[in-house]
């Protein structure tokens, strides 16, 4: 018998950096698109915030 505990390590690591560039990728695609939508919320929600002040 041979001992297969290091590529088990091995393939759990490759498996881990691909979901990793996967999860970076995933957020440079859809980062200003995201960054977008949440600033123009805020400054629509800071406008209407304002406007009840006054």
Known sequence: MRAEDG???IEYA?????????????FV?????VTGLFNSGVAETLDNKSGNIN
Not at 16 to 22: E, Q, R, T
Not at 29 to 33: D, E, K, T, V
């Open 7 to 9: 590529a088990t390590a």
């Open 14 to 26: 490759l498996l881990g950096m691909l979901i990793g560039i996967a999860i970076i990728g995933t």
């Open 29 to 33: 695609a859809l980062g200003n698109s």
